[in-house]
């Protein structure tokens, strides 16, 4: 079993920056790749970025592609999304999810641990 946990949401204005940190504890998190995903009022949740379990490959949605980051520290047992120039629609609450295996993973269903999720709101 693995519990994550995710800090770091918050109001910004537009063209801020804001990190994400998603912490987990239980099994060891380098056998877990992971992700980002966010759910906006009255949308569906939708993939924002992955990463493979040893950092080493990353996959970006076309929407954040160039403005969004995501690394680790496996040391910490922890995934980050640092989110730049961020714009009134990145509004949404952020939950990160892991998943074991070799690859990055895109889709919702894929992944078996889910974070409690944190809002990030953005105001023009």
């Known amino acids: 079993q693995v519990q994550l946990v995710e800090s770091g949401g918050g109001l910004v204005q537009a063209g801020g920056s804001l990190r994400l940190s998603c912490t987990a504890s239980?099994?060891?998190?380098?056998?877990?790749?992971a992700g980002w995903f966010r759910q906006a009022p009255g949308k569906e949740r939708e993939f924002v970025a992955a990463i493979t379990k040893g950092g080493m490959t990353t996959y970006y949605a076309h929407s954040v592609k160039g403005r969004f980051t995501i690394s680790r520290d496996n040391a910490k047992n922890t995934v980050y999304l640092q989110m730049n120039s961020l714009k009134p629609e990145d509004t949404a609450v952020y939950y990160c999810?892991?998943?074991?295996?070799?690859?990055?993973?895109?889709?919702?269903?894929?992944?078996?641990?889910w974070g409690q999720g944190t809002q990030v709101t953005v105001s023009s």
């Open positions: 239980g099994r060891t998190f380098s056998i877990y790749a």
């Open positions: 999810a892991v998943k074991s295996g070799n690859y990055y993973y895109v889709l919702e269903n894929e992944y078996d641990y």
